[in-house]
T-cell receptor, first 116, second 112 residues
Framework: GAVVSQHPSWVICKSGTSVKIECRSLDFQATTMFWYRQFPKQSLMLMATSNEGSKATYEQGVEKDKFLINHASLTLSTLTVTSAHPEDSSFYIC????????????FGPGTRLTVT | GEDVEQSLFLSVREGDSSVINCTYTDSSSTYLYWYKQEPGAGLQLLTYIFSNMDMKQDQRLTVLLNKKDKHLSLRIADTQTGDSAIYFCAEIVAGGSYIPTFGRGTSLIVHP
């Protein structure tokens, strides 16, 4: 299967600072990239959907000014958590998708964010 | 909109078969996926089935689809302790937004 990487895998930051998370599709060009948030023992919560070169589409309740998404190329998307607060601590997972006969969606390994 | 339901827990003995069930609501042309998530990791695509299929087998994994009841199952033969993880069912409606709808995940615990 295709490989999606995320960097960093974990990060600890102080309240009020900003953190950038990168998501890369390593061996394919992604039609669409998704950002999810996952709380302990819960399912994935979709935050936003982004296509290369266009603005991200945010889900209801997700602050676009707080969670900045940049989709610079078909293989790279970034999520920046601005002015992070402890309640932003979570596991953030990206996925990259392509339509290759069937719709395929591959997930990154996730980034554990802890805001102190 | 779409809704995907799964039971939350399943406990099996090592060597037995595991069956994880999922129900979905959209009867349109649909892709249905099974993902595995180990602790602290992302989701690993295990297998998928299109709604015009009834069954798909891949080594120890068998996916059965009952379109009439909108019921999907994942059977893991000869379950091993390494299969302990959370298994997510997901649905994508073809021709729509291609945004998947995930179930809440079934936590599979395999004990010796």
């Amino acid at each position: 299967g295709a490989v999606v990487s995320q960097h960093p895998s974990w990060v600890i930051c102080k309240s009020g600072t900003s953190v950038k998370i990168e998501c890369r599709s390593l061996d394919f060009q992604a039609t669409t990239m998704f950002w999810y948030r996952q709380f302990p023992k819960q399912s994935l919560m979709l935050m936003a959907t982004s296509n290369e070169g266009s603005k991200a589409t945010y889900e209801q309740g997700v602050e676009k000014d707080k969670f900045l998404i940049n989709h610079a190329s078909l293989t790279l998307s970034t999520l920046t958590v601005t002015s992070a607060h402890p309640e932003d601590s979570s596991f953030y997972i990206c996925s990259a998708s392509r339509l290759a006969g069937v719709w395929e969606q591959y997930f990154g390994p996730g980034t554990r964010l802890t805001v102190t | 909109g779409e809704d995907v339901e799964q039971s939350l827990f399943l406990s099996v003995r090592e060597g037995d078969s595991s069956v994880i069930n999922c129900t979905y609501t959209d009867s349109s042309s649909t892709y249905l996926y099974w993902y595995k998530q180990e602790p602290g990791a992302g989701l690993q695509l295990l297998t998928y089935i299109f709604s015009n299929m009834d069954m798909k087998q891949d080594q120890r994994l068998t996916v059965l689809l009952n379109k009439k009841d909108k019921h999907l199952s994942l059977r893991i033969a000869d379950t091993q302790t390494g299969d302990s993880a959370i298994y997510f069912c997901a649905e994508i409606v073809a021709g729509g937004s291609y945004i998947p709808t995930f179930g809440r995940g079934t936590s599979l615990i395999v004990h010796p």
